[in-house]
Protein backbone atom coordinates (compact mmCIF):
# COMPACT_ATOMS: atom_id res chain seq x y z
CA UNK A 1 0.00 0.00 0.00
CA UNK A 2 2.68 2.25 0.84
CA UNK A 3 3.65 2.79 -3.18
CA UNK A 4 -0.20 4.12 -3.26
CA UNK A 5 1.09 7.52 -1.36
CA UNK A 6 -1.44 10.15 -3.24
CA UNK A 7 -4.12 8.48 -4.85
CA UNK A 8 -6.80 10.60 -7.13
CA UNK A 9 -9.91 9.29 -8.18
CA UNK A 10 -11.02 11.09 -11.44
CA UNK A 11 -14.74 10.98 -12.35
CA UNK A 12 -17.31 13.07 -13.52
CA UNK A 13 -16.29 14.61 -16.35
CA UNK A 14 -18.27 16.56 -18.96
CA UNK A 15 -19.52 13.50 -21.22
CA UNK A 16 -22.66 12.24 -21.32
CA UNK A 17 -22.05 9.43 -18.81
CA UNK A 18 -21.52 12.35 -16.16
CA UNK A 19 -24.13 11.09 -13.76
CA UNK A 20 -22.69 7.39 -14.02
CA UNK A 21 -19.39 8.57 -13.95
CA UNK A 22 -19.99 10.25 -10.32
CA UNK A 23 -21.77 7.37 -9.24
CA UNK A 24 -19.00 4.82 -9.85
CA UNK A 25 -16.11 7.06 -8.69
CA UNK A 26 -17.32 8.23 -5.08
CA UNK A 27 -18.05 4.13 -4.94
CA UNK A 28 -14.17 3.61 -6.08
CA UNK A 29 -13.30 6.31 -3.56
CA UNK A 30 -14.87 4.53 -0.68
CA UNK A 31 -13.40 1.61 -1.43
CA UNK A 32 -10.13 2.91 -1.26
CA UNK A 33 -10.39 4.82 1.76
CA UNK A 34 -12.10 1.97 3.61
CA UNK A 35 -8.37 0.07 2.93
CA UNK A 36 -6.40 2.80 4.32
CA UNK A 37 -5.49 4.68 1.17
CA UNK A 38 -4.92 8.10 0.76
CA UNK A 39 -6.89 8.95 -2.12
CA UNK A 40 -8.58 12.12 -3.13
CA UNK A 41 -11.81 12.58 -5.12
CA UNK A 42 -11.45 14.26 -8.24
CA UNK A 43 -14.29 15.99 -10.39
CA UNK A 44 -12.68 16.46 -13.64
CA UNK A 45 -12.97 19.92 -15.50
CA UNK A 46 -10.97 21.79 -17.94
CA UNK A 47 -8.83 22.91 -14.84
CA UNK A 48 -7.73 19.53 -14.44
CA UNK A 49 -3.93 20.15 -15.47
CA UNK A 50 -3.45 22.46 -13.07
CA UNK A 51 -5.57 20.15 -10.09
CA UNK A 52 -2.55 17.71 -11.17
CA UNK A 53 -0.13 20.21 -10.79
CA UNK A 54 -0.90 21.59 -7.51
CA UNK A 55 -1.57 17.46 -6.38
CA UNK A 56 1.25 15.98 -7.40
CA UNK A 57 -0.49 12.65 -7.37
CA UNK A 58 1.17 9.15 -7.18
CA UNK A 59 -1.91 7.14 -9.46
CA UNK A 60 -4.92 8.13 -11.08
CA UNK A 61 -7.81 5.46 -10.68
CA UNK A 62 -9.68 6.56 -14.41
CA UNK A 63 -13.42 6.19 -13.56
CA UNK A 64 -14.31 8.32 -16.44
CA UNK A 65 -16.95 7.21 -18.42
CA UNK A 66 -17.55 8.41 -22.09
CA UNK A 67 -15.82 11.10 -24.07
CA UNK A 68 -13.19 13.04 -22.91
CA UNK A 69 -12.14 9.80 -20.02
CA UNK A 70 -12.44 7.02 -21.72
CA UNK A 71 -11.37 7.88 -25.29
CA UNK A 72 -7.69 8.87 -24.94
CA UNK A 73 -7.72 11.93 -24.23
CA UNK A 74 -7.34 12.11 -20.29
CA UNK A 75 -4.80 9.44 -21.02
CA UNK A 76 -2.55 11.40 -23.30
CA UNK A 77 -2.59 14.02 -20.55
CA UNK A 78 -1.34 11.77 -17.91
CA UNK A 79 1.05 10.02 -20.11
CA UNK A 80 2.45 13.37 -20.78
CA UNK A 81 3.32 13.93 -17.09
CA UNK A 82 4.06 10.18 -16.57
CA UNK A 83 1.05 9.83 -13.54
CA UNK A 84 0.43 5.79 -13.85
CA UNK A 85 -3.21 5.34 -14.39
CA UNK A 86 -5.84 2.24 -14.39
CA UNK A 87 -6.83 1.16 -17.58
CA UNK A 88 -6.20 1.30 -21.60
CA UNK A 89 -3.62 3.55 -23.10
CA UNK A 90 -4.15 6.29 -25.15
CA UNK A 91 -4.57 4.19 -28.78
CA UNK A 92 -6.81 1.71 -26.54
CA UNK A 93 -9.03 3.87 -25.36
CA UNK A 94 -9.52 5.36 -28.64
CA UNK A 95 -10.55 2.15 -30.60
CA UNK A 96 -12.53 0.88 -27.79
CA UNK A 97 -14.20 4.30 -27.46
CA UNK A 98 -15.01 3.93 -31.34
CA UNK A 99 -17.32 1.63 -32.37
CA UNK A 100 -17.09 1.93 -36.00
CA UNK A 101 -13.47 1.44 -35.96
CA UNK A 102 -13.37 -1.32 -33.68
CA UNK A 103 -15.62 -3.20 -35.13
CA UNK A 104 -13.58 -2.48 -38.69
CA UNK A 105 -10.23 -3.92 -36.75
CA UNK A 106 -11.95 -6.81 -35.76
CA UNK A 107 -13.62 -7.70 -38.56
CA UNK A 108 -10.40 -7.23 -40.57
CA UNK A 109 -8.67 -9.79 -38.25
CA UNK A 110 -11.41 -12.26 -38.30
CA UNK A 111 -13.10 -12.24 -35.11
CA UNK A 112 -16.93 -12.38 -35.89
CA UNK A 113 -18.86 -8.85 -35.23
CA UNK A 114 -22.24 -8.65 -36.54
CA UNK A 115 -22.79 -6.25 -39.97
CA UNK A 116 -22.43 -2.93 -40.18
CA UNK A 117 -22.40 -0.13 -42.68
CA UNK A 118 -21.76 4.10 -41.63
CA UNK A 119 -24.64 6.48 -41.87
CA UNK A 120 -23.08 9.47 -43.54
CA UNK A 121 -26.08 11.07 -44.23
CA UNK A 122 -30.10 10.26 -44.19
CA UNK A 123 -29.76 9.09 -47.87
CA UNK A 124 -28.03 5.89 -46.14
CA UNK A 125 -30.46 5.23 -44.14
CA UNK A 126 -32.22 3.70 -47.32
CA UNK A 127 -28.88 1.80 -48.05
CA UNK A 128 -28.89 0.33 -44.80
CA UNK A 129 -32.24 -0.99 -44.96
CA UNK A 130 -31.62 -2.96 -47.71
CA UNK A 131 -28.19 -4.11 -46.89
CA UNK A 132 -28.76 -4.89 -43.60
CA UNK A 133 -32.37 -5.64 -43.30
CA UNK A 134 -34.79 -5.42 -40.15
CA UNK A 135 -34.42 -5.20 -37.06
CA UNK A 136 -31.21 -3.36 -36.74
CA UNK A 137 -29.60 -0.77 -34.29
CA UNK A 138 -28.63 2.38 -35.03
CA UNK A 139 -25.62 3.86 -33.06
CA UNK A 140 -23.29 6.68 -32.17
CA UNK A 141 -20.17 5.70 -32.14
CA UNK A 142 -18.37 7.85 -29.15
CA UNK A 143 -21.07 7.27 -26.50
CA UNK A 144 -21.32 4.67 -24.38
CA UNK A 145 -24.09 3.28 -21.69
CA UNK A 146 -26.02 2.86 -24.77
CA UNK A 147 -26.92 6.73 -25.24
CA UNK A 148 -28.54 7.69 -28.14
CA UNK A 149 -28.85 3.85 -29.93
CA UNK A 150 -32.10 2.45 -31.12
CA UNK A 151 -33.16 -0.44 -32.26
CA UNK A 152 -35.50 -0.07 -35.07
CA UNK A 153 -37.92 -2.83 -35.91
CA UNK A 154 -39.90 -0.71 -39.57
CA UNK A 155 -38.44 1.25 -42.10
CA UNK A 156 -40.34 4.37 -40.76
CA UNK A 157 -37.94 4.16 -37.52
CA UNK A 158 -35.18 4.69 -39.11
CA UNK A 159 -35.21 8.32 -40.00
CA UNK A 160 -35.83 9.11 -35.69
CA UNK A 161 -33.35 6.98 -34.81
CA UNK A 162 -30.71 8.54 -37.10
CA UNK A 163 -31.51 11.74 -35.85
CA UNK A 164 -31.28 10.38 -32.09
CA UNK A 165 -27.99 9.45 -32.98
CA UNK A 166 -27.22 12.44 -34.81
CA UNK A 167 -27.61 14.53 -32.09
CA UNK A 168 -24.80 12.67 -30.09
CA UNK A 169 -22.39 14.30 -32.85
CA UNK A 170 -19.92 12.25 -34.64
CA UNK A 171 -19.89 8.97 -36.97
CA UNK A 172 -23.17 7.00 -36.94
CA UNK A 173 -22.92 3.11 -37.98
CA UNK A 174 -26.38 0.92 -39.06
CA UNK A 175 -25.63 -2.61 -37.30
CA UNK A 176 -27.64 -5.82 -37.75
CA UNK A 177 -29.70 -6.71 -35.16
CA UNK A 178 -28.70 -9.98 -33.81
CA UNK A 179 -31.64 -11.98 -32.16
CA UNK A 180 -30.02 -14.29 -29.09
CA UNK A 181 -29.05 -14.07 -25.77
CA UNK A 182 -26.73 -11.06 -24.39
CA UNK A 183 -23.45 -11.46 -22.46
CA UNK A 184 -20.72 -9.69 -20.84
CA UNK A 185 -17.16 -10.67 -19.92
CA UNK A 186 -15.68 -8.62 -17.66
CA UNK A 187 -11.55 -9.08 -17.48
CA UNK A 188 -9.30 -8.50 -15.04
CA UNK A 189 -5.46 -8.28 -15.81
CA UNK A 190 -4.86 -11.39 -17.61
CA UNK A 191 -8.04 -12.80 -15.86
CA UNK A 192 -11.79 -13.27 -17.62
CA UNK A 193 -13.78 -13.13 -14.89
CA UNK A 194 -17.11 -15.35 -14.68
CA UNK A 195 -20.04 -14.31 -17.60
CA UNK A 196 -22.95 -12.53 -17.07
CA UNK A 197 -25.97 -13.48 -19.15
CA UNK A 198 -28.60 -10.22 -19.21
CA UNK A 199 -32.13 -10.41 -19.41
CA UNK A 200 -34.60 -7.34 -19.94
CA UNK A 201 -38.04 -7.13 -20.87
CA UNK A 202 -36.57 -3.92 -22.63
CA UNK A 203 -36.22 -3.72 -26.79
CA UNK A 204 -32.72 -3.99 -25.57
CA UNK A 205 -30.22 -3.31 -22.47
CA UNK A 206 -30.46 -0.01 -22.84
CA UNK A 207 -29.79 2.84 -20.48
CA UNK A 208 -33.01 1.98 -18.43
CA UNK A 209 -32.37 -1.36 -18.76
CA UNK A 210 -28.60 -0.57 -17.09
CA UNK A 211 -29.37 1.39 -14.35
CA UNK A 212 -32.70 2.27 -13.42
CA UNK A 213 -34.47 -0.86 -13.68
CA UNK A 214 -34.66 -2.94 -10.79
CA UNK A 215 -36.11 -5.75 -13.50
CA UNK A 216 -33.28 -6.42 -15.55
CA UNK A 217 -31.78 -9.95 -14.48
CA UNK A 218 -28.30 -10.85 -14.30
CA UNK A 219 -27.50 -14.07 -14.29
CA UNK A 220 -23.99 -15.75 -13.21
CA UNK A 221 -22.99 -17.95 -13.45
CA UNK A 222 -24.98 -17.71 -17.02
CA UNK A 223 -25.77 -21.31 -17.84
CA UNK A 224 -22.94 -21.96 -20.34
CA UNK A 225 -21.04 -25.62 -20.27
CA UNK A 226 -17.33 -24.73 -18.58
CA UNK A 227 -15.77 -25.94 -21.62
CA UNK A 228 -17.71 -23.59 -23.98
CA UNK A 229 -17.59 -20.50 -21.57
CA UNK A 230 -13.69 -21.08 -21.13
CA UNK A 231 -13.50 -21.03 -25.43
CA UNK A 232 -15.35 -17.67 -25.37
CA UNK A 233 -13.71 -16.53 -22.40
CA UNK A 234 -10.99 -17.08 -25.04
CA UNK A 235 -12.04 -15.05 -27.63
CA UNK A 236 -13.17 -12.23 -25.50
CA UNK A 237 -9.68 -11.98 -24.72
CA UNK A 238 -8.19 -11.83 -27.75
CA UNK A 239 -10.98 -9.29 -28.89
CA UNK A 240 -10.03 -7.04 -26.07
CA UNK A 241 -6.49 -7.34 -27.25
CA UNK A 242 -6.70 -6.65 -30.36
CA UNK A 243 -7.90 -3.13 -29.68
CA UNK A 244 -4.65 -2.81 -27.51
CA UNK A 245 -6.92 -2.78 -23.83
CA UNK A 246 -5.18 -3.47 -20.78
CA UNK A 247 -5.67 -3.60 -17.38
CA UNK A 248 -9.18 -3.86 -17.02
CA UNK A 249 -12.25 -3.76 -19.00
CA UNK A 250 -15.32 -5.67 -20.38
CA UNK A 251 -16.00 -7.11 -23.40
CA UNK A 252 -19.90 -7.25 -24.91
CA UNK A 253 -21.44 -9.73 -26.87
CA UNK A 254 -24.21 -11.87 -28.25
CA UNK A 255 -24.72 -15.53 -28.54
CA UNK A 256 -27.28 -16.46 -31.83
CA UNK A 257 -29.33 -19.43 -31.96
CA UNK A 258 -26.80 -21.36 -33.19
CA UNK A 259 -24.71 -20.70 -30.20
CA UNK A 260 -22.63 -18.33 -32.74
CA UNK A 261 -20.70 -15.38 -30.78
CA UNK A 262 -20.90 -12.16 -31.92
CA UNK A 263 -18.80 -9.39 -30.61
CA UNK A 264 -20.97 -6.41 -30.04
CA UNK A 265 -18.17 -3.98 -28.34
CA UNK A 266 -15.16 -3.48 -25.65
CA UNK A 267 -15.59 -0.99 -21.89
CA UNK A 268 -12.36 -0.20 -21.25
CA UNK A 269 -14.05 2.10 -18.16
CA UNK A 270 -16.81 0.16 -17.39
CA UNK A 271 -19.57 1.13 -14.74
CA UNK A 272 -18.57 0.99 -11.05
CA UNK A 273 -21.77 1.55 -9.42
CA UNK A 274 -24.89 -0.65 -7.95
CA UNK A 275 -25.87 -1.65 -11.07
CA UNK A 276 -22.59 -2.53 -12.59
CA UNK A 277 -21.62 -5.91 -14.55
CA UNK A 278 -17.68 -6.20 -13.46
CA UNK A 279 -18.14 -6.09 -9.30
CA UNK A 280 -21.16 -9.03 -9.89
CA UNK A 281 -18.69 -10.79 -12.31
CA UNK A 282 -15.90 -10.42 -9.53
CA UNK A 283 -17.90 -11.16 -6.68
CA UNK A 284 -18.58 -14.48 -8.33
CA UNK A 285 -14.85 -15.35 -8.62
CA UNK A 286 -14.37 -14.61 -5.06
CA UNK A 287 -13.54 -11.15 -4.96
CA UNK A 288 -15.04 -8.31 -2.67
CA UNK A 289 -15.79 -4.91 -4.40
CA UNK A 290 -12.62 -3.49 -2.03
CA UNK A 291 -10.46 -6.48 -3.42
CA UNK A 292 -11.57 -5.45 -7.58
CA UNK A 293 -10.84 -1.80 -6.62
CA UNK A 294 -7.54 -2.79 -5.23
CA UNK A 295 -6.69 -4.87 -8.06
CA UNK A 296 -7.41 -2.21 -11.00
CA UNK A 297 -5.49 0.22 -9.00
CA UNK A 298 -2.38 -2.08 -8.92
CA UNK A 299 -2.46 -2.49 -12.36
CA UNK A 300 -2.13 0.91 -12.75
CA UNK A 301 0.73 1.89 -15.70
CA UNK A 302 2.69 5.02 -16.71
CA UNK A 303 1.94 4.09 -20.66
CA UNK A 304 3.72 7.15 -22.59
Not at 246 to 261: A, H, T
Request: aromatic fraction near 8%; glycine fraction near 10%; charge should be negative.
Amino acid sequence: MSSFENVAVFMGGWSAERDVSLNSGRAVYKALKKQGINVTAIDVDRNICQQLHENQFSHVVNMLHGRGGEDGVIQGLLDILKVPYTGSGVLGSALAMDKFRCKQLWRGIGLPTPDFVELKSELDCDKALETLGLPLMVKPVLEGSSIGISKVNSSDEMKPAWEKARNCKGTIIAEKFIQGEEYTAAILGDQVLPMIRLETDNAFYDYQAKYVSNDTKYICPCGLAEEFESELAELMFNAFKAVMGEGWGRVDFMLDKYQQPWLIEVNTVPGMTDHSLVPMAAKQAGLTFEDLVLRILQGALVHG
